[in-house]
């Protein structure tokens, strides 16, 4: 799937977060947000996945006008810190994964999954017994449980050690090889080892800059 | 005293009408409570009560002008008056996105404050009182039709769309990836909730309807161990408490929804030290394995 996004810009009120950003990706694209706490990284994420208005500039997928668009299920989403998910209410991953899946979507294809992660052991868990390491891991599957052709991550590493981090980024590697266009949202400086194909940089001054990485590895 | 409540129950026709729509309240209140719950709106089965109370006062007020089909079946009005507070508290929440418990405040006082009113223009109000506390002992046949359609439907949504419920209610935003139209959901379900709280509204009283609702899954959540188990343990508790709490309005001639809910309390307590106390045993039982 393509993103086209021409001239977006976006104000909370008269503060304005986001001026002017024009990206193009296709499928199988790996773009780093990058930028400090506040810079609009998520304000952004937001802007592309229907929940602010955008206004002005426009965002296409596949031709399609964002405003027209209603294939949302080709998206899969990990939120910042999970904090929109109520896990404090008994329910296990296997719960959560079934009623988080599609027609399309099989008992197997999710068994898969857990076990492509690492965390085949768990499904019978709890979801609030689980570490942030765990649960991250159970995000991702929940987020590629219904084949998304474009796979959203917001900070997904800010709770999690090192040894998961590692983990984490090598799957998201893995992930992108297999076709899947990744957009993964960080204030990390720890970006030089991702083999990212674009970077979006958000300014303190809400400017930005979009490049396109060359194959050397150097932005 | 025991023995006779358990011989009038299946010898007098209003302990059996009690005994079927308690029931099936027992079902209906913790199912839909587990999602109140999961979706952090504890507070709005009150607020859509006191808004049912406007449908119920408003019947009254009807009938006191001489319709008197309004008097008979003043639920009818109680539903309709509950859903378009639902649909106001929708409304609201989507004008404070940041403040959704405004709305919440803003329904209950308008819905308190019409209420008053119209009790007070109705000449006929001696049901005020059962309105509040609720009065099982009472119902008639027509509430027993209504709780069965209403379980019916809660029913059938459930068992076609229970996943979509389930994932919307844990997740708003995740649920926009799974093809789900949040805002229609949002709409069915404060539907459904507003058409079950009226229901309740008979039997538990505006001012106990929550508690029905909320208090069985708040024991629940101590010992369920996945969604599915909470919910089970949720209605059993319930079931439990509609059955005692039955028992003990008959025997000590006290409301019924003051007795269940008591009972409710009760279990919910028995729960969270039994809880409490098989946790303390364990901790010492590791740290006595941990000093060998």
Redesign the interface.
């Known amino acids: 799937m393509q993103i086209y996004i021409n001239n977006l810009s976006f104000a909370y009120g008269i503060k304005s977060i986001i001026n002017n950003l024009s990206i193009t990706l296709n499928q199988g694209d790996y773009l780093v947000v990058k930028g400090k706490n506040g810079t609009g990284k998520t304000t952004f994420i937001k802007c592309l ?3 602010n208005e955008v206004k002005p500039g426009t965002i296409f997928f596949d031709k399609t006008d964002i405003t027209n668009f209603n294939s ?2 080709k ?3 990990v ?1 910042q810190s999970f904090d ?3 896990y404090e ?4 991953v296997s ?2 994964l ?5 027609k399309q979507t099989t008992a197997s294809d999710r068994l898969k999954l857990l076990d492509k992660m690492k965390i085949f052991d768990i499904q ?1 868990q ?1 979801i609030n017994s689980l570490s942030g390491g765990q649960l991250q891991r159970v995000f991702i599957v ?2 590629m449980l ?1 084949k ?1 052709k474009v796979l959203i991550l917001d900070e997904p590493t800010a709770s999690i050690d090192k040894q998961n981090k590692e983990f984490f980024y090598q799957t998201v590697e893995d992930l992108n090889k297999e076709g899947i266009t990744i957009i993964l949202i960080t204030h990390s400086d720890e970006i030089e080892h991702l083999n990212y194909t674009h970077i979006l940089t958000m300014f303190d001054d809400y400017t930005n800059s979009f490049d396109i990485r060359n194959k050397g590895g150097n932005e | 005293m025991f023995l006779s409540f358990i011989t009038d129950l299946f010898q007098q026709d209003f302990m059996l009408r009690a005994l079927t729509a308690g029931v099936m309240l027992g079902i209906l209140a913790p199912l839909l409570g ?1 999602i109140v ?4 709106l504890s507070f709005i089965a009150d607020t859509l009560g006191h808004f049912s109370l406007v449908g119920i006062s408003v019947s009254l007020f009807l009938s006191s002008l001489g319709f008197s089909y309004f008097f008979e079946k003043p639920l009818y009005l109680g539903i309709a008056f509950s859903v378009i507070g639902g649909l106001l508290i929708e409304f609201f929440r989507r004008s404070y996105t940041n403040y959704k418990e405004i709305s919440m405040v803003i329904v209950i006082s308008l819905g308190a404050a019409l209420s008053a009113i119209f009790f007070a223009l109705a000449s006929k109000t001696g049901s005020l009182y059962q309105y509040l506390f609720g009065s099982i002992l009472t119902v008639t046949n027509y509430y027993i039709y209504l709780i069965l359609v209403t379980l019916g439907i809660v029913s059938l949504l459930f068992i076609f769309f ?3 419920i ?2 919307v ?6 649920a ?4 789900i139209n949040v805002s229609i959901f949002q709409l069915i379900f404060m539907i459904m909730l507003s058409v079950v709280v009226s229901v309740l509204l008979e039997a538990a009283g505006v001012l106990l309807i929550s508690s029905m609702m909320i208090i069985p899954v708040a024991a629940g ?1 101590r010992i ?7 919910t089970i343990i949720s209605i059993v508790f319930s079931e439990l408490s509609v059955l005692v709490g039955l028992w003990l309005a008959y025997s000590l001639t006290i409301p019924s929804g003051a007795a269940i809910v008591s009972i409710n309390i009760i279990i919910l307590l028995v729960v969270a030290l039994t809880k409490k106390i098989i946790n303390a045993r364990r901790i010492s039982k590791i740290d006595k394995n941990q000093i060998k």
């Open positions: 996945l229907g929940v949302w299920t998206f899969g989403y939120s929109n998910f109520n209410f008994p329910i296990t719960e959560l079934s009623v988080s899946s599609t019978n709890n929940r987020a219904n998304p | 587990s719950v999961v979706r952090r229970g996943k979509q389930v994932a209610s844990f997740d708003e935003t995740s926009k990836f799974l093809g959540m369920g161990w996945s969604f599915r188990s909470t």
